[in-house]
């Protein structure tokens, strides 16, 4: 089990349509793999977080890399899954002030805030310990 998430630049401002319309066709390729997970939108930045297994989720990641809708800045693996974060959530699309019953938006500052030089580095368990506070949101 691998979880992989990321954090990307996108090429130009994607409209509400644009993003829901790209987290629907990836949970339905998601669940048709075995992958979960979520996807973060707050233009410019995209932050994901996909987990499942090891050769589907690196099969996925060349794909998202070679997407030029967007640039990855930062990367961070977790190779020691044993089991999912996000077992319900093909790809649940976040959005800020569209989830009013779930307060992550000081996650989202926290997760922004750590430079892209660092998320491999010593900050990477703040990047970890920030996608399991969105864990325990799940319902």
């Not at 500052?109 to 368990?125: C, F, H, K, Q, T």
């Amino acid at each position: 089990m691998l979880g992989v998430t990321y954090k990307s630049e996108a090429a130009h401002v994607f409209s509400d349509a644009e993003v829901e319309e790209l987290a629907e066709k990836a949970a339905e390729f998601n669940a048709s793999v075995g992958i979960t997970g979520y996807l973060y939108y707050a233009h410019p930045v995209f932050l994901q977080y996909i987990e499942g297994e090891t050769e589907a989720i690196e099969s996925l990641m060349e794909q998202i890399a070679k997407d030029p809708r967007h640039t990855i800045v930062a990367t961070a693996k977790d190779e020691d899954r044993v089991s999912r974060r996000f077992p319900s959530w093909s790809m649940r699309l976040f959005q800020p002030g569209r989830d009013p019953e779930i307060n992550l938006q000081s996650i989202w500052s926290d997760m922004l805030s750590i430079e892209a030089l660092d998320w491999p580095g010593e900050r990477s368990n703040s990047i970890w310990r920030c996608i399991e506070k969105i864990s325990s949101t799940q319902a």
